[in-house]
């Protein structure tokens, strides 16, 4: 995450970035199997990687700007010699994305040396650094995870543990972390769980990740979920002990992982993400049913909740939209122009389909809106008689603190208007979403459970599980994000 936000870049935009995290202890060439874990992990981050190794005596790093399979190779492995080794892929929006940003972090501290690779986003990183720089820190990055790094150098606690553990008692907001030093891995997520961690095994090596899907690649065996709040030590004997700085709380994972940013193929809180979105389409599906011929998913995202909707409805499932595939996600463009090309790079009609056709459209959210827009323009400029659209997640209202990439909430369309006018908007002859509930059954539960949630909803419902410090600090008194 990058801590010059929650201020604006040029482009109005908060700058943050979603990420993946990966690591292995106990293995022979740990950088090989840390670089095919993180090309499973693509999708969390597609601007820059890095990966840390250690060998014994001595930490190596390579991090560069772009995909796994640019920045890593056969020679650059080579340089990454060890049995110990974490990386980091990385996704922003926009600016501050400097190799000085790119993670794994590394410092030598008093204690030895540390790296650290982090998923998520700490909302307290700009009073914590103030603090620290007013105290003589001298900060190398603008990244809101070397804040960590501080806290522990400036930690008065002996071990290199009670020193991390310190540090993170300092820190709220939302965080899987993969931290290596000479005694061992380190691997903890945030005491709600907002953010996912897995941990596996390959053969006596034991992995973290932030999806499953990293071990299927890997050929690795699930063990467990990270759980929330709680921090896993292990060290090269192989012995894994677990610590409970936190205490125990009710946990409250991103419910946004099942909605959009999981792979499909990834197991996350128990649950099979695909299974989960198909099951979000058929909820959509009783919610909201529309007469109409076919329905067609906005590709890649909308597919497993059209297949859902599609067999709830008994309409048949159609291919509407070809996908290109050489085409990177087009939310990451920083200007709306830019934006506006790359989805009609990305996606065509297929009017053999479409023309004469009554179609529902699935995708899995409307952020800025621009997706849909264009989408729904295609589908009529391809002869469709009637569009009729159907999102599979509630209404984004509210920013993500927590890393997961939203606009500033004056940018979210939902924020700014109500359904029958984002129906006019996108120009769809009808527009609805899958309510909260819908969303919470989708995923096993019976509802929302107001009160006491089980996921963190705060996109959807402006219900922020943990201090926003950083935002309140900004305007004393009032909370500028709900
Ligand atoms: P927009 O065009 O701004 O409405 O963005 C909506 C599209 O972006 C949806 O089709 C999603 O698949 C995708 N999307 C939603 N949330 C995110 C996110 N946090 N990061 C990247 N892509 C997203």
Redesign the pocket.
């Given at each position: 995450m990058n801590l010059t936000h929650p201020f604006r870049d040029a482009d109005g935009d908060k700058l943050r970035e979603?990420c993946g995290v990966f690591g292995v202890i106990g293995a022979q060439e740990a950088a090989n199997i840390t670089a095919a874990g993180l090309h499973s992990l693509q999708h969390r981050g597609q601007e820059a990687v890095g990966i840390t190794s250690y060998s014994g005596s001595e930490f190596h790093s390579h991090r560069g700007l772009g995909h796994v399979a640019q920045v890593f190779n056969p020679r650059t492995l080579e340089t990454l010699p060890g049995t110990m080794a974490s990386g980091h892929v990385r996704y922003s929006t926009t600016g501050g994305s400097g190799l000085r940003n790119v993670q794994p972090l590394f410092a030598d501290l008093a204690a030895g040396g540390f790296s650290i690779a982090h998923n998520g986003n700490i909302s307290n990183a700009m009073t914590l650094k103030r603090e620290l720089v007013s105290k003589g820190s001298i900060f190398q990055s603008t990244s809101d995870t070397e804040v960590i790094i501080h806290l522990v150098a400036t930690s008065r606690y002996p071990t290199l543990l009670d020193k991390f553990i310190d540090a993170l008692r300092m820190v709220e907001g939302g965080y899987a972390l993969i931290c290596s030093t000479p005694e061992g891995m380190m691997a903890c997520r945030d005491p709600l769980g907002i953010r996912p961690l897995v941990m596996g095994r390959i053969g006596d090596a034991i992995v973290f990740a932030s999806e499953t899907v990293a071990f299927d690649v890997i050929g690795a065996e699930f063990i467990r979920a990270v759980e929330p709040g709680e921090l896993v030590q292990v060290d090269f004997k192989g012995t894994v002990s677990s610590h409970r700085p936190f205490g125990t709380t009710n946990a409250r994972p991103c419910i946004?992982e099942h909605v959009?940013?999981s792979r499909p193929d990834s197991v996350m809180d128990g649950r099979s993400v695909y299974g989960v979105r198909k099951q979000i389409g058929m909820e959509l599906a009783k919610e909201s049913p529309a007469d109409a011929d076919i329905v067609i998913p906005?590709p890649d995202?909308?597919v497993p909740a059209a297949i859902g909707y599609a067999q709830e409805s008994g309409l048949p499932f159609e291919l509407g939209i070809i996908r290109s595939h050489y085409v990177g996600?087009?939310?990451?463009q920083p200007g709306d122009a830019a934006?506006h090309a790359d989805v009609k790079r990305k996606h065509n009609a297929n009017r053999a389909i479409v023309e004469g056709k009554k179609i529902i459209l699935i995708?899995?959210?409307?952020?800025?809106?621009?997706?849909?827009l264009k989408i729904v323009e295609m589908m009529r400029d391809a002869g469709a008689a009637e569009v009729h659209m159907r999102i599979a997640s509630p209404p984004t209202e509210y920013s993500c603190f927590y890393g997961?990439?939203?606009p500033e909430r004056s940018k979210l369309?939902a924020a700014n208007m109500d359904i029958q006018a984002m129906a006019d908007f996108i120009k769809a002859d009808s527009l609805a979403f899958v309510s909260i509930d819908g969303l919470y059954r989708a995923v096993g539960e019976a509802d929302r459970n107001n009160g006491c949630p089980q996921f963190c909803d705060a996109c959807f419902t402006g219900d922020y599980p943990t201090r926003l410090t950083d935002f309140e600090t900004r305007k004393p008194g009032k909370l500028t994000i709900a």
């Amino acid at each position: 995450m990058n801590l010059t936000h929650p201020f604006r870049d040029a482009d109005g935009d908060k700058l943050r970035e979603e990420c993946g995290v990966f690591g292995v202890i106990g293995a022979q060439e740990a950088a090989n199997i840390t670089a095919a874990g993180l090309h499973s992990l693509q999708h969390r981050g597609q601007e820059a990687v890095g990966i840390t190794s250690y060998s014994g005596s001595e930490f190596h790093s390579h991090r560069g700007l772009g995909h796994v399979a640019q920045v890593f190779n056969p020679r650059t492995l080579e340089t990454l010699p060890g049995t110990m080794a974490s990386g980091h892929v990385r996704y922003s929006t926009t600016g501050g994305s400097g190799l000085r940003n790119v993670q794994p972090l590394f410092a030598d501290l008093a204690a030895g040396g540390f790296s650290i690779a982090h998923n998520g986003n700490i909302s307290n990183a700009m009073t914590l650094k103030r603090e620290l720089v007013s105290k003589g820190s001298i900060f190398q990055s603008t990244s809101d995870t070397e804040v960590i790094i501080h806290l522990v150098a400036t930690s008065r606690y002996p071990t290199l543990l009670d020193k991390f553990i310190d540090a993170l008692r300092m820190v709220e907001g939302g965080y899987a972390l993969i931290c290596s030093t000479p005694e061992g891995m380190m691997a903890c997520r945030d005491p709600l769980g907002i953010r996912p961690l897995v941990m596996g095994r390959i053969g006596d090596a034991i992995v973290f990740a932030s999806e499953t899907v990293a071990f299927d690649v890997i050929g690795a065996e699930f063990i467990r979920a990270v759980e929330p709040g709680e921090l896993v030590q292990v060290d090269f004997k192989g012995t894994v002990s677990s610590h409970r700085p936190f205490g125990t709380t009710n946990a409250r994972p991103c419910i946004f992982e099942h909605v959009y940013f999981s792979r499909p193929d990834s197991v996350m809180d128990g649950r099979s993400v695909y299974g989960v979105r198909k099951q979000i389409g058929m909820e959509l599906a009783k919610e909201s049913p529309a007469d109409a011929d076919i329905v067609i998913p906005v590709p890649d995202s909308g597919v497993p909740a059209a297949i859902g909707y599609a067999q709830e409805s008994g309409l048949p499932f159609e291919l509407g939209i070809i996908r290109s595939h050489y085409v990177g996600r087009t939310f990451i463009q920083p200007g709306d122009a830019a934006r506006h090309a790359d989805v009609k790079r990305k996606h065509n009609a297929n009017r053999a389909i479409v023309e004469g056709k009554k179609i529902i459209l699935i995708d899995d959210s409307i952020v800025r809106g621009t997706t849909s827009l264009k989408i729904v323009e295609m589908m009529r400029d391809a002869g469709a008689a009637e569009v009729h659209m159907r999102i599979a997640s509630p209404p984004t209202e509210y920013s993500c603190f927590y890393g997961v990439d939203t606009p500033e909430r004056s940018k979210l369309l939902a924020a700014n208007m109500d359904i029958q006018a984002m129906a006019d908007f996108i120009k769809a002859d009808s527009l609805a979403f899958v309510s909260i509930d819908g969303l919470y059954r989708a995923v096993g539960e019976a509802d929302r459970n107001n009160g006491c949630p089980q996921f963190c909803d705060a996109c959807f419902t402006g219900d922020y599980p943990t201090r926003l410090t950083d935002f309140e600090t900004r305007k004393p008194g009032k909370l500028t994000i709900a």
